[in-house]
């Protein structure tokens, strides 16, 4: 089943722009990961925010996370062609030992 | 981190057929999951497989169609039981790294991406 319902389902962009991918979800974590996966492969660690922490950044990455709305947000900052990919979020909720996938973005970088 | 890695990395099969999908980690790890991602669609969990107790498989899944072992804290098979087309997917398996008592990050493999015909 999914847990979080990620916005917009596609996004394409000029090299250069930043892109933001919303992910809502809908009880408790303890936290919340974003990964990247390019065209079918496995998928890639971006970055892991806990449910006390409000703010993560890595790189041109930055995640937020506002546990009041269920909802985190992944920023990429001067996009490059090579950050086209499918982004997915997943939160992990103590007890339940597994973590649940969002419905993901597909984002493009137009060179 | 941990380093998986899956076999095969692809197959076609004949439905009626089944595959047998192995999962090996570089480290001793308590908890493996495994995965299925339709086309076009996001990770959808089959089951958690602990080592020494027998899987937990999510709604939807059932052991008869998705039977999975856990020999020991670094290996684990996925069997696809008589295969249809619905079946094509690509299936992957991840582990989690602990820290302090925490949850944290999910490493995955490469996946293996199946064709039923």
């Known amino acids: 089943s999914q847990q979080g319902e990620e916005d917009p389902q596609a996004l394409s962009i000029q090299e250069g722009e930043n892109a933001t991918m919303n992910c809502s979800y809908k009880?408790?974590?303890?936290?919340l990961q974003w990964y990247r996966q390019n065209s079918g492969r496995g998928l890639v660690h971006l970055i892991l925010?806990?449910?006390?922490?409000r703010e993560k950044h890595s790189g041109r990455l930055r995640v937020t996370l506002d546990t009041s709305k269920k909802s985190s947000s992944l920023l990429i900052t001067a996009s490059r062609a090579a950050d086209t990919a499918s982004y997915f979020c997943?939160?992990?909720?103590?007890?339940?030992?597994?973590?649940?996938f969002g419905t993901g973005t597909r984002l493009k970088v137009l060179a | 981190s941990a380093v998986i890695s899956q076999k095969p990395s692809r197959d076609i099969c004949q439905r009626g057929t089944s595959l047998t999908i192995q999962c090996q980690v570089d480290s001793q790890v308590t908890m493996m999951f495994w995965y299925r991602q339709q086309p076009g669609q996001s990770l959808t969990l089959i089951a958690t497989?602990?080592?020494?107790?027998?899987?937990?498989?999510e709604s939807g899944f059932v052991i008869d169609k998705f039977p999975i072992s856990r020999p020991n804290l670094t290996f684990s098979t996925l069997t696809v039981s008589n295969m249809s087309p619905e079946d094509s997917s690509i299936y992957l398996c991840?582990?989690?790294?602990?820290?302090?008592?925490?949850?944290?990050?999910?490493?995955f493999g490469p996946g293996t991406r199946l064709l039923v015909l």
């Open positions: 497989a602990n080592q020494g107790s027998e899987a937990t498989y």
């Open positions: 925010i806990r449910s006390n922490e």
């Open positions: 997943a939160t992990y909720t103590s007890g339940t030992y597994k973590y649940i």
């Open positions: 009880t408790s974590i303890n936290n």
């Open positions: 991840s582990v989690v790294g602990s820290s302090g008592g925490f949850q944290e990050t999910q490493y």
